[in-house]
């Protein structure tokens, strides 16, 4: 079955713009995680959705947010960008309930703010 | 939090040889703990998983050992291949329920 697509892969911004980043999970996943990832902090929790609501969220400013849709796909958003959201920025899918823990990524999206 | 702390940080073996990482984590209630390989260009990939009622677990070349009591917790790969070298996570599922992960171990496998 088709993994975690996670869309645009490359795209470059300029300081003070936004950007949106889409993720579809493996059909039938009703859970979405996104982290950030960087050479200097590694892998950072931004937020889980389940069932459009979100469950947990790191900690990240609130110029990061995001969503989920009915059919369990999810956006992320990150407004007033700046040079330090330079990142791949990474989506997980997993089951929910008994399988919650078991996460799925996909490729990623890499950010690049100049 | 939980805090997850991973070493080393690189790590270069021969081909052939055996290989291991070491992971450490704070909070005494995490009860999953999963290792993610992650490859150029490429989002990290499950490799191996244990939870909290095993202390160990292997597959194939991969083994992962688990000792809550020190609250640390390693992969072994033996028999290295060059297809082997990647970078290598932990993580651990704490009480807040959020995975943290380690900062990860660049693994080089040279012939």
């Known amino acids: 079955k088709a993994g975690v697509t996670q869309t645009p892969r490359y795209l470059i911004k300029t300081r003070g713009q936004q950007v949106t980043l889409s993720c579809s999970p493996i059909?039938?996943?009703?859970?979405v995680s996104w982290y950030q990832q960087t050479p200097g902090q590694g892998l950072q929790f931004l937020f889980e959705?389940?069932?459009?609501?979100?469950?947990n969220k790191g900690n990240f400013p609130g110029r990061f947010s995001g969503r989920q849709f009915s059919n369990s796909r999810s956006e992320m958003n990150v407004s007033t960008l700046e040079l330090g959201d330079s990142a791949l920025y990474l989506c997980?899918?997993?089951?929910?309930?008994?399988?919650?823990?078991?996460?799925?990524f996909g490729a990623g999206s890499r950010l690049t703010v100049l | 939090g939980e805090n997850v702390e991973q070493h080393p940080s690189t790590l270069s073996v021969q081909e052939g040889d055996s290989a291991v990482i070491k992971c450490t984590y704070s909070?005494?209630?995490?009860?999953?703990f999963p290792w993610y390989k992650q490859e150029l260009g490429k989002g990290p990939q499950l490799i191996i998983d244990?939870?909290?009622?095993?202390g160990e677990k292997k597959d194939q070349r991969i083994a992962v050992t688990l000792n809550k009591t020190a609250k640390h917790f390693s992969l072994h790969i033996t028999e290295t291949q060059p297809e082997d070298s990647a970078v290598y996570f932990c993580?651990?599922?704490?009480?807040?329920?959020?995975?943290?992960f380690g900062a990860g171990t660049q693994v080089v496998v040279t012939p």
């Open positions: 997980a899918s997993s089951p929910g309930g008994a399988g919650a823990n078991v996460l799925t």
């Open positions: 059909s039938g996943h009703r859970s």
């Open positions: 959705y389940f069932s459009e609501t979100q469950r």
């Open positions: 909070d005494s209630a995490s009860n999953y």
């Open positions: 244990i939870r909290s009622n095993v």
């Open positions: 993580a651990a599922k704490g009480s807040w329920g959020k995975l943290q």
